[in-house]
């Protein structure tokens, strides 16, 4: 066994493999960017080493330096984790020579599932069935347009290099053929330093399946049954669970051992995932192979027992697989959240912040997390978004999904926009508690996984105005009792006003809607007014961040979290059905203007222009791609919202922007018509 090893990698997937080796007695190094100087996985290592900037071209991608720090520190190993360097043949290539460890597959073998193209051309010929498609070295738009026409739409275009939905685009007819082929081309490029793609059909309700394989170097090569990886968003998976629902005994053999066959033909050693799309009628398709540990691994593990790290480990060290395929059995049903800072309500859009409240779910052996950051840790513009991952066991499915909504419901985050809420609609919808399932399922049900927030923001509205008005009166009475005269009635919190109303005013601003409200005091309870809407009934107490609160009736238990801004007190309240911020702003705020101009565009995000789509003075109809930000490895298309001419674009290629800047001038027609007037 190993003494020491190096983890080439950051966040939850550091950690992780760091517990393991620990109980192992294997000593962890650490490498870290400018930005993760106090990452958990920096903290958490007995050695650290500096590797560069912030951007991962600068640290996390530098081979080089990490097999120097290795080198220099007597590093046996390096385990890549999964990203990064994951998959990188070169690496893996650099690693032999240097007489350390690679904790993952042959070189050859990454060649051989590195490009798409050329991994579906070796699994055609070991007869692994394939979806229809063109995965050919011309690349010319002509061709791949032409092959489109051939195969029908809609196509699927997918980068042949990486993976994680980057390079990906539907294409529903040929008129969307060129945009989204110089979009998935340009994502390809800038993500894995290769613009080709391949083309395939597009199956319209498939269900995404794969299948865990883990081989030896002695030949022996075993799957670990099968994970349901249909609930997606932007190609990229949201849930996973294990076992795949309606998976019965013979397709799973099926399946399990088309897998197996795929890691045999490239010679095959350490843990990979093979990924197949499942249609409607049992029939199944290879897709791709990850030829690294997966973020989803983890439901695999709560249902065979076994810790798939330590696999790697004693397969790296050239043990023999720990069980053969007769001993792996399975139990139970085990489900994965990916907890990430993104925007659901805006197209699921990365954020970026600080973690200023952050309370987790109490671990056990139902509920697991898989983390790399703490409270005040920061998400950046840099790395991915995934925060943490939640994983939960239970002996069947139906109770694996309550597990799931009870740890979702104790998981709470504020500071950065997440996807919680999401995630909490999903566990709890019908739809996914049938196991109607595939990649379409987000899409299909998108009207309840997103809906009107009318109804959550007025309740939320009430209990943000009980919360001020309450901790506004704990503050004067820990001021009084300071103070030299506790009884003054400077200390009094009750609204008083000479020839007035006694009522507390407040401005609450709500999803970017603004809102006044007044507070009136009764005889054990509040009555509650906003904008012209009904009075409404409220009382409550508040201890601590909890807030027990009773709104017409209906009582609550909501965890408050807050934090202090130019704006003013932005608070976030949490309860199993709903978290909301909103911001209670002083009143010298009152009537701010914060006009913009109607026709400006402004970034969505923080991120970096990648790409102007039109020339300055063109002519363009709605819907039109004008500028394309990337940001966490994602692009984004701004378009026209009318017709008109872009004047002016206020950035270049490369440029970084910040949320909420101006990008460029647009001139919808009819004004343009004016200016051009004598």
């Not at 195969?151 to 945009?179: C, H, N, Q, T, Y």
């Not at 799309?277 to 973020?295: K, P």
């Amino acid at each position: 066994m190993f003494n020491k090893i190096l983890i080439a990698n950051r966040g939850e997937i550091a950690c992780r493999v760091m517990r393991t080796a620990k109980s192992l007695g294997i000593a962890t190094v650490a490498v870290y960017s400018e930005a993760d100087a106090e990452a958990a996985h920096v903290i958490m290592a007995d050695e650290a080493f500096y590797l560069g900037e912030a951007p991962s071209k600068d640290s996390y991608l530098r081979g080089d330096r990490i097999i120097d720090i290795a080198e220099r520190c007597g590093a046996e190993a390096i385990h890549p984790g999964y990203g990064f360097l994951s998959e990188n043949a070169a690496f893996a290539r650099a690693c032999e020579k240097a007489g350390i460890a690679f904790i993952g597959p042959p070189a050859t073998a990454i060649d051989a599932m590195g490009s798409k193209s050329a991994a579906k051309t070796i699994m055609e010929a070991a007869g692994v069935p394939l979806v229809p498609g063109y995965h050919g070295a011309d690349q010319s738009p002509a061709l791949l347009r032409k092959e489109a026409e051939r195969i029908g739409f809609p196509v699927l275009l997918k980068a042949v290099a990486g993976g994680g939905g980057k390079g990906m685009r539907v294409v529903w007819s040929a008129k969307e053929f060129d945009e989204a082929l110089q979009a998935a081309q340009r994502e390809g490029k800038s993500a894995f330093g290769n613009g080709d793609v391949l083309v395939e059909k597009y199956l319209t309700k498939p269900r995404h399946v794969e299948i865990q394989v883990f081989a030896d170097s002695q030949g022996n090569c075993v799957y670990l049954a099968e994970r349901d990886c249909s609930i997606q968003r932007r190609h990229q998976k949201v849930l996973e669970e294990a076992p795949a629902p309606g998976m019965t005994p013979e397709l799973r053999t099926a399946m399990g051992e088309a897998a197996v066959k795929a890691a045999e033909a490239i010679g095959y050693v350490g843990a990979g995932t093979v990924e197949f799309l499942l249609d409607e009628d049992g029939s199944f398709y290879f897709m791709e192979m990850n030829t690294r540990l997966q973020v989803e691994h983890p439901v695999t593990e709560m249902i065979t027992g076994q810790d798939l790290v330590k696999w790697q480990l004693l397969v790296a060290c050239g043990q023999p697989l720990p069980l053969k395929q007769e001993q792996i059995k399975i139990h139970g049903h085990a489900m994965e959240v990916r907890i990430y800072a993104e925007d659901p309500d805006n197209d699921f859009l990365p954020a970026t912040g600080k973690l200023t409240y952050l309370r987790i779910p109490d671990a056990s052996n139902n509920v697991r997390i898989d983390t790399g950051v703490r409270e005040n840790d920061v998400v950046s513009v840099y790395y991915d978004p995934m925060i943490a991952k939640l994983i939960v066991w239970d002996e069947n499915r139906d109770r694996a999904i309550q597990r799931l909504q009870r740890a979702l419901a104790d998981y709470r985050i504020d500071g950065v926009k997440t996807n919680l809420k999401f995630l909490t609609r999903l566990a709890e919808h019908s739809g996914f508690a049938k196991a109607d399932l595939d990649t379409g399922f987000i899409e299909r049900y998108r009207a309840d996984l997103l809906p009107n927030q009318q109804q959550e923001d007025e309740q939320a509205l009430a209990l943000a105005a009980l919360y001020s008005v309450l901790s506004g009166q704990q503050k004067r009475q820990r001021h009084a009792a300071e103070s030299d005269d506790p009884n003054s009635p400077w200390h009094a919190y009750s609204a008083w006003r000479l020839n007035a109303r006694a009522r507390h005013q407040l401005q609450l601003a709500c999803r970017g809607k603004t809102y006044h409200a007044h507070m009136s005091q009764k005889v054990g309870y509040y009555l509650l007014e906003v904008e012209d809407g009904p009075a409404r009934k409220v009382m409550g107490v508040l201890e601590g961040d909890q807030l027990r609160a009773t709104l017409d009736g209906h009582s609550f238990n909501v965890n408050v979290a807050h934090r202090f801004s130019d704006e003013g007190e932005w608070l976030t309240l949490f309860n199993g059905f709903f978290s909301t911020e909103v911001l209670c702003q002083p009143q010298y705020l009152h009537g701010a203007d914060h006009h913009e101009q109607e026709a400006s565009l402004t970034a969505p995000m923080n991120g970096t222009v990648v790409a102007l789509l039109c020339q300055t003075g063109q002519e363009v109809e709605p819907g039109t791609g004008l500028i394309v930000i990337e940001a966490m490895k994602m692009e984004h298309t701004l378009r026209a919202p009318a017709r008109g001419v872009v004047k002016e674009f206020y950035f270049e290629p490369g440029d970084l922007v910040s949320e909420g800047i101006e990008l460029l001038e647009f001139v919808p027609a009819g004004d343009a018509d004016a200016e051009e007037a004598p």
